[in-house]
């Protein structure tokens, strides 16, 4: 079916060209259009253009902002009429700027005006248009419906990436990911044509959205499965500031915690490692939520904190003060807070599997390489061991093939993070190195059999093909190669590492 809607196709490209002449410009196409479209020079090109990651500047030919799924479709026909590659735009927070195509030369169709929130009060099925951000969308399940979705406490991330590349949060190991809560999708394929994918109809591409959606079509809404919001959800953090043996105990205390059996699924938690308060001093700070009654809250964690005693915060709070608190800011978004947001950075990420903890000889050398190499940098760092699976995680029941998100059987996926120290450019190159080595500290002390992976919305620009395609989609790549074959034949959705 899929061919033959790109068949169709032709047809509708080749009547564009017979009224434009042969060789249209996008401007002239597009540039009287009822779109609102910069094009370089023009006033607001450079805003429209500017990447969340200020380390990275791309050019694309046009930056358009529809407001609707057929307009999103006229824009990807004229794409493929003009060979030139279309990338969508949710929130455009993509750690390499492949909402902006991940190079110079992209039609960027930024989807901020497809924002409409809905909730089918007799299922609880909401409809979220791909123009929205995180917290927007919380606060709109919420004061709607009283529901919840799975996603991450950043509240500014745009819903299309997330969703489409994993979607982790707190309360992931009782709900699944984001993109685990996704049960139909608004698609633009690369022919123009809208489709209504589902488990039932287009199925092979429903698949692939959920994992490696932009290599496919325009995802500009999502079905999804929402939750009743927790009544009374448990906010924590704890905080240490160790020398270097201390913190090699605290980081591995924190690893048979995480393996524990007592762990419920209704907590969700990370360790966030960064430079401590005294030279060589590593600060641990262990924070996340727990979403079942408070008075079982102590029992929980009782068992780490008879090892680690620490200052404390915790607050017993209503549903969207827990995720203002996970936030640590408010949780609306506001063009004062669009535009303050941006940073200079580069990031790496790897998973450890669930039943192989990892060496005691790797947690020393990555604490040392903290202590050290952390201590006498001059970029902003952390790093984050955060719990995607152990005890009754609900991300750990879904088998690998059963969407093309890869990285199901996982006890943490660890992110690696540093900036330039004042968040402007240019990023230090030392930073690269710095990156380099902590995630090679832990690699050069595992065998070469363990299973690491690697999360995709933590992306690595870096990476080479022959790794990104194991780390991000292990036996998966194959099965998405083809159908990428057969919806995209001619790489309209093209980026760096697309499909």
């Known amino acids: ?13 080749c009547t564009i060209k017979s009224v434009l002449g042969d060789s249209p410009s996008l401007q002239s196409i597009l540039g009287n259009d009822d779109l609102e479209v910069y094009f370089p020079g023009q006033p607001g090109y450079q805003n429209a253009s500017r990447a969340f990651n200020l380390r990275l500047n791309f050019k694309p030919v046009a930056v358009a902002y529809p407001n609707s799924t057929d307009q999103v479709a006229e824009l990807v026909k004229v794409g493929a009429l003009l060979n030139i590659p279309v990338t969508a735009r949710s929130g455009g927070h993509s750690y390499a700027g492949y909402g902006l195509g991940g190079a110079n030369g992209h039609l960027v169709v930024d989807l901020t005006q497809i924002n409409a929130i809905s909730v089918d009060n007799s299922t609880g099925v909401a409809t979220i248009g791909t123009g929205n951000r995180l917290g927007d969308i919380a606060i709109a399940l919420f004061n709607q419906a009283g529901r919840a979705l799975p996603h991450g406490t950043c509240p500014l991330i745009g819903i299309g990436g997330h969703a489409s590349f994993g979607g982790y949060g707190f309360t992931s190991r009782q709900w699944g990911l984001t993109l685990d809560n996704v049960v139909g999708a608004t698609v633009v394929l690369a022919n123009g044509t809208i489709v209504e994918a589902s488990a039932s109809q287009y199925p092979d591409l429903f698949w692939a959205l959920r994992g490696a959606g932009p290599s496919f079509g325009i995802v500009t809404q999502f079905q999804f499965t929402t939750y009743v919001a927790p009544a009374q959800p448990t906010f924590f953090s704890y905080y240490w500031s ?8 605290g980081i591995s205390l924190y690893q048979n915690f995480s393996f524990s059996s007592s762990i419920p699924k209704e907590i969700g938690f990370e360790m966030d490692l960064t430079k401590g308060s005294s030279e060589g001093e590593i600060l641990l700070n262990l924070v996340g939520s727990y979403y079942g009654s408070p008075d079982q809250y102590s029992a929980v964690v009782q068992p780490f904190l008879d090892a680690m005693t620490a200052p404390a915060q915790v607050n017993v709070t209503s549903w969207l003060d827990n995720l203002v608190l996970l936030a640590g800011s408010a949780i609306a978004s506001t063009p004062q ?17 669930s039943d192989a903890p ?15 190499e952390g201590w006498y940098t001059d970029t902003n760092w952390f790093v984050q061991l955060e719990l995607y699976g152990g005890n009754s995680s609900q ?12 990285n199901r059987h996982d006890l943490w996926t660890i992110q690696f993070y540093t900036s330039s120290a004042d968040a402007e450019p240019p990023f230090p190159r030392e930073g690269f190195a710095f990156l380099d080595g902590l995630v090679a500290s832990i690699t050069a002390n595992e065998p070469e059999s363990y299973n690491y992976g690697a999360y995709p919305n933590y992306v690595d620009p870096r990476l080479p093909p022959n790794e990104w395609h194991a780390l991000y989609f292990g036996s998966n790549f194959e099965r998405l190669q083809q159908i990428k074959t057969e919806v995209d034949p001619t790489g309209v959705f093209t980026f760096p590492q697309s499909m």
């Open 395 to 406: 991300i750990d029941t879904i088998p690998s093939n059963a969407t093309a998100y890869f």
């Open 1 to 13: 079916m899929l061919r033959q809607l790109l068949a169709s196709s032709l047809l509708i490209l």
């Open 358 to 372: 990892m060496s005691q000889e790797a947690i020393t050398a990555l604490a040392s390489w903290m202590s050290v």
């Open 337 to 353: 807070s669009i535009a303050a947001e941006n940073n200079t950075f580069y990031a790496k990420s790897l998973t450890t599997p």
């Open 242 to 249: 160790l020398p270097l043996d201390q913190a090699i105990t």
